[in-house]
C-alpha cells in the first residue's frame, strides 16, 4: 500500500534527514521547502538515486493558501496524504526579552506555529481514515531559553500544547500525534541563530557530552510516525542526549 509523506522545511537538516531516512522505508516522499530549490532538488535527486519515490514542492507553510496549494499537488501526484511531519521552523538571533520586537514576535510564531496548526487541520480535512502526524517541537518548549529566544520557545510550546490537544480530539479515529523534542542537533538552523558553534559551546553541558546528528532525530520521528508507534499518541519523545 502507498504511504504518502509531506515533510515541512525538507530541503535541510533534520527535514532533509528525515526524507531521506522515510523514502529509504518506501514512503513516497514531498519534499516541502520555503525557498532553497537547490537543496530541495538535491535531497530529491538522493532519494530518486537509492531507487525512492519522491518530488519537491515549494510552499511557505505558514500561509493557507500555500498550504491549500501543496497538499493539492501532492494529492495529484501520489494520492491522499496519510502522514505528516510538521518539521518547518525557524530561530533568529539571540535577545533578550526586552529587546524582541512585535514584529520578530509575529514572524517566529507563524513559521513555527502557525505552519503547524494549518498543515494539521489541511492533513485532517482532507479526511484520511487513518494517519499519523509527528510535530518537530524542542527542548526550548521546558526550558523557555531565557535570554536567547524566547519567542522560539513559547512556539514550541504552544505546538506541544497542539500536539497533546489534537491528539486526544482524534484518538478515535485513529489519527496519531505524536512530537518529538530535539536538543542540540548540528544544523544550519544555529547560524540562522546567531552562533554556528553553539553546539559545540554547549556540549559539555549536555549528559551525553556531546550534540546530536539530524539522522538521530529523522529515525525517532521515523519510528513514531510508522505503524510500530501504532499504541503511541499524545506522546512526546526528547532527543536530546540526556539533557
Ligand atoms: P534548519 O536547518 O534551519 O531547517 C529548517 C527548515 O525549515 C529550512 O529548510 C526552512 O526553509 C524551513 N522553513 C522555515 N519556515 C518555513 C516555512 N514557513 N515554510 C516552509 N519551510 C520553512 O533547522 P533544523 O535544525 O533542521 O530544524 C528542523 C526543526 O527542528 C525545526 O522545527 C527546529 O525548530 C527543530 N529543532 C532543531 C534543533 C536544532 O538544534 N537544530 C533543536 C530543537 C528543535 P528555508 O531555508 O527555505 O527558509
Request: hydrophobic share 40%.
Amino acid at each position: 500500500m502507498n504511504r504518502v509523506v509531506i515533510v515541512t522545511g525538507g530541503a535541510r537538516g533534520i527535514g532533509s534527514a528525515t526524507c531521506l531516512r522515510l523514502a529509504a522505508e518506501g514512503y513516497q516522499v514531498c519534499v516541502n521547502y520555503r525557498s532553497n530549490l537547490i537543496a530541495a532538488e538535491t535531497v530529491v535527486k538522493a532519494i530518486l538515486d537509492g531507487q525512492g519515490e519522491a518530488f519537491c514542492y515549494q510552499a511557505d507553510v505558514s500561509k493557507e493558501q500555500d498550504v491549500i496549494e501543496l497538499f493539492d499537488a501532492v494529492e495529484e501526484k501520489y494520492g491522499q496524504v496519510q502522514y505528516l511531519v510538521n518539521n518547518a521552523g525557524q530561530l533568529m538571533k539571540q535577545s533578550r526579552f526586552i529587546d524582541l520586537e512585535l514584529n520578530r514576535f509575529d514572524t517566529i510564531l507563524r513559521n513555527n506555529l502557525t505552519s503547524c496548526f494549518l498543515c494539521c487541520r489541511e492533513f485532517i480535512r482532507r479526511s484520511p481514515t487513518s494517519g499519523s502526524i509527528v510535530n518537530v517541537s524542542s527542548v526550548a518548549a521546558r526550558t523557555g531559553s531565557p535570554n536567547e529566544y524566547i519567542d522560539y520557545a513559547t512556539a514550541k510550546g504552544g505546538m506541544d500544547t497542539l500536539t497533546r490537544g489534537l491528539a486526544m480530539e482524534l484518538a478515535s479515529q485513529p489519527i496519531r500525534v505524536n512530537a518529538v523534542r530535539p536538543g542540540f542537533i548540528y544544523t544550519e538552523m544555529h547560524a540562522d541563530g546567531g552562533e554556528p558553534g553553539r553546539v559545540d559551546r554547549l556540549a559539555p553541558n549536555i549528559p551525553m557530552q556531546r550534540g546530536g546528528s539530524a539522522e538521530e532525530v529523522a529515525n525517532t520521528i521515523a519510528w513514531l510516525l510508522s505503524d510500530d508507534a501504532s499504541y503511541v499518541t499524545g506522546s512526546f519523545i526528547d532527543v536530546a542526549g540526556g539533557r
